[in-house]
């Protein structure tokens, strides 16, 4: 028994170790893949570790039409095994979050989200109070759109189309008149998408978002 107890305790110490490293160097990578687009936005960021799983970058000097943004590389909890397979099984995945504030607020209320991913139900418990209506999910991409008013559905397509050319993994988009004015969450982009252009077409996004 006292054997086994060690090959499990040596197993999780290794699990750990390995889960870290990996979630380090993914973290680093996506600062260095960052580095491309960020100067886009804004032109001083400042970046700190949470733990092995997150790196939130803040730009509090960014452009316009920015006011404030942050950028958070949300990656999945590897150097634990059991919250590894739990948050698997719950649609987590390693994930590129953008908030912004706006310096002209949109009019419009919507959010565009992956049902099956964790972005897309933890905007709905966040909402759970409110009354949506809700189309979806789409053929073709499997996102579901809830919106106050059916206007706001013409322009959740036209802003997913511009996401969706990047070749980025939509998981939510949102938009609102209060802060954050839009957030978005996609898949953490391959190495292969150039982050210039993803940081192009979210501005292109916002500009859209906040013009009416």
Same mark, same amino acid.
């Given at each position: ?23 380090? $160097? ?17 032109? !001083?960021?400042?970046? !700190? ?39 698997? $099984?719950?649609?987590? @995945?390693?994930?590129?979050?953008? !908030?912004?504030?706006?310096? !002209? ?25 409110? $009354? ?14 809830? %919106?106050? %008013? ?20 939509? @998981? @939510? ?40």
């Amino acid at each position: 028994m006292t054997g086994a107890l060690i090959v499990l305790a040596v197993t999780i110490m290794a699990w750990f170790a390995v889960g870290s490293v990996v979630n380090v $160097r993914k973290g680093h990578a996506a600062m260095r893949w960052l580095q491309d687009g960020l100067p886009s936005i804004g032109e !001083r960021t400042t970046v !700190r570790w949470l733990g092995t799983t997150s790196v939130v970058m803040l730009v509090a000097r960014a452009k316009a039409p920015f006011e404030q943004v942050t950028v958070v590389v949300f990656l999945e909890p590897r150097d634990s095994p059991w919250l590894w397979w739990l948050s698997r $099984r719950r649609g987590r @995945r390693d994930t590129l979050i953008v !908030r912004t504030s706006l310096r !002209r607020a949109p009019a419009e209320r919507f959010e565009v989200i992956d049902p099956s991913s964790w972005s897309g139900r933890d905007a709905r418990r966040a909402s759970g109070g409110e $009354r949506w209506s809700v189309r979806g999910p789409a053929a073709g991409n499997g996102l579901s759109t809830l %919106y106050k %008013y059916e206007r706001s559905v013409q322009q959740a397509d036209a802003l997913v189309s511009i996401v969706a050319a990047t070749g980025v993994s939509l @998981r @939510r988009l949102s938009v609102s008149p209060a802060a954050p004015h839009l957030e978005l969450h996609v898949d953490l982009p391959p190495a292969t998408i150039p982050a210039a252009a993803v940081f192009t077409a979210l501005r292109t996004v916002v500009e859209r978002a906040s013009a009416t």
